[in-house]
């Protein structure tokens, strides 16, 4: 491949280190390898898998943090300064059908086809961490943290991912990005959540609540809760010499959380004015993908359209009842896209080159880059 095949900064290295293990290297040990893990059977968890994590790492949102303005990772547009939607559709000015979102999707499509294990393409989340556990996976291009617990398991749990002491045999590194994203950019997802409680939940059970919210929040229970599910929620955890002393353990997740470059792992912004609503779309777009039914651009076109169609709805209830406190969606008129797309920012023109050189890092010198931040 010309270049070291250390820890993948861009989609391109990722794409050589798929193949390399899956067609160069092919079995180790008498055991048959893949390149690449990942999910795609028909059903919700593969629209997070989308709108979580997919287009954002492609790149093909816009700058800011903790999700891109005007455009976010949805690919639905929002002016600066203003809390109404205006579209997902290139042609309203956002970029859920853009060349980059159909980029991002045409290469899961093919990584999935062409470097995972047999079977992926009809597992569900949950199916694919216990394929993960095996160890015949060389590299997963996303990590949710909550696989960190089950990564860690003894081998006398069937893990077969740390050695006989326990030590892990992986690394945990940032997200490699495609070729639409610039720096600025969220570049993956994670859950960084609240508290809600309802006006109509009643007074004794919303004070109930409140104490239970302070209590899993607590620092006398964060540091025991941490290492238990290694989901953080306070800094001081992350920064307990606790954690100091197992992050050998924990493959980097501490390294990682102790690093200001967390930040760029953003959960869903306020561009997406309802998520129930809108999330359902993309797991039945993606899943007809996944299944040869339509080709990435052909989904795309009709996740988008479906967006605007129920931010429509959601508009016309606004104006009408109020719904949304004046924050609902006021669609853009439809234009030709590509006016929008010749426009700096998202929607992004297509590339005359997708895969740029690939670009890797020593994992030791990433480490100690985030310890010098």
């Given at each position: 491949?010309?270049?070291?095949?250390?820890?993948?900064?861009?989609?391109?290295a990722?794409e050589?280190?798929?193949?390399?293990?899956?067609?160069?290297?092919?079995?180790?040990?008498?055991?048959?390898i893949?390149?690449?893990?990942?999910?795609?059977?028909?059903?919700?968890?593969?629209?997070?898998?989308?709108?979580d994590?997919?287009?954002?790492?492609?790149?093909?949102?816009?700058?800011?943090?903790?999700?891109?303005?005007?455009?976010?990772?949805?690919?639905?547009?929002?002016?600066a300064?203003?809390?109404?939607?205006?579209?997902?559709?290139?042609?309203?000015?956002?970029?859920?059908n853009?060349?980059?979102?159909?980029?991002?999707?045409?290469?899961?499509?093919?990584?999935?086809?062409?470097?995972?294990?047999?079977g992926?393409?009809?597992?569900?989340?949950?199916?694919s961490?216990p394929?993960?556990s095996?160890?015949?996976?060389?590299?997963?291009?996303?990590?949710y943290?909550?696989?960190?617990?089950?990564?860690?398991?003894?081998?006398?749990?069937?893990?077969?991912t740390?050695?006989?002491?326990?030590?892990?045999?992986?690394?945990?590194?940032?997200s490699?990005?495609?070729?639409?994203?610039?720096e600025?950019?969220?570049?993956?997802?994670?859950?960084?959540?609240?508290?809600?409680?309802?006006?109509?939940?009643?007074?004794?059970?919303?004070?109930?609540?409140?104490?239970?919210a302070?209590?899993?929040?607590?620092?006398?229970v964060?540091?025991?809760?941490?290492h238990?599910?290694?989901?953080?929620?306070?800094?001081?955890?992350?920064n307990?010499?606790?954690?100091?002393?197992?992050?050998?353990?924990?493959?980097?997740l501490?390294?990682?959380?102790?690093s200001?470059?967390?930040?760029?792992?953003?959960?869903?912004?306020?561009?997406?004015?309802?998520?129930?609503?809108?999330?359902?779309?993309?797991?039945?777009?993606i899943?007809?993908?996944?299944?040869?039914?339509?080709?990435?651009?052909?989904a795309?076109?009709?996740?988008?359209?479906?967006?605007?169609?129920?931010?429509?709805?959601?508009?016309?209830?606004?104006?009408?009842?109020?719904?949304?406190?004046?924050?609902?969606?006021?669609?853009?008129?439809?234009?030709?896209?590509?006016?929008?797309?010749?426009?700096p920012?998202?929607?992004?023109?297509?590339?005359?080159?997708?895969?740029?050189?690939g670009?890797?890092?020593?994992?030791?010198?990433?480490?100690?880059?985030?310890?010098?931040?």
């Amino acid at each position: 491949y010309g270049y070291d095949l250390g820890v993948p900064v861009n989609w391109s290295a990722y794409e050589d280190i798929a193949e390399f293990f899956s067609k160069d290297v092919k079995e180790i040990d008498g055991v048959q390898i893949y390149g690449h893990m990942d999910y795609g059977k028909r059903a919700p968890d593969l629209g997070w898998r989308m709108t979580d994590a997919w287009l954002s790492m492609a790149g093909a949102g816009d700058k800011g943090e903790p999700n891109g303005i005007p455009v976010d990772e949805w690919g639905i547009r929002m002016e600066a300064g203003t809390c109404n939607p205006v579209g997902a559709s290139v042609s309203r000015g956002g970029a859920a059908n853009g060349p980059a979102a159909v980029y991002a999707i045409r290469k899961w499509d093919e990584w999935l086809r062409n470097y995972a294990p047999p079977g992926a393409a009809s597992f569900d989340f949950y199916q694919s961490l216990p394929a993960l556990s095996q160890g015949n996976v060389a590299q997963q291009i996303f990590w949710y943290t909550a696989f960190t617990a089950d990564m860690v398991k003894p081998q006398s749990e069937g893990n077969n991912t740390v050695d006989a002491e326990g030590n892990p045999l992986w690394r945990m590194a940032p997200s490699p990005h495609g070729p639409y994203w610039e720096e600025g950019q969220k570049v993956g997802y994670q859950d960084v959540g609240s508290w809600t409680i309802l006006k109509s939940t009643p007074e004794d059970r919303a004070k109930a609540a409140w104490l239970y919210a302070q209590f899993v929040v607590s620092k006398t229970v964060d540091v025991k809760k941490s290492h238990v599910g290694l989901t953080f929620i306070r800094d001081s955890s992350v920064n307990h010499e606790s954690f100091t002393e197992r992050a050998p353990k924990l493959g980097g997740l501490v390294e990682f959380y102790r690093s200001p470059d967390r930040v760029a792992w953003s959960p869903t912004g306020v561009n997406v004015p309802d998520y129930p609503k809108l999330a359902q779309i993309w797991w039945q777009q993606i899943g007809d993908v996944n299944s040869g039914a339509f080709t990435p651009q052909e989904a795309m076109d009709r996740l988008a359209e479906e967006m605007d169609i129920v931010m429509a709805r959601m508009q016309q209830a606004d104006e009408r009842a109020n719904v949304y406190g004046g924050c609902g969606p006021r669609l853009n008129e439809e234009s030709d896209p590509q006016e929008w797309l010749s426009k700096p920012g998202a929607p992004k023109a297509k590339l005359d080159n997708e895969k740029p050189q690939g670009q890797t890092v020593n994992y030791e010198e990433l480490v100690a880059r985030w310890a010098k931040k």
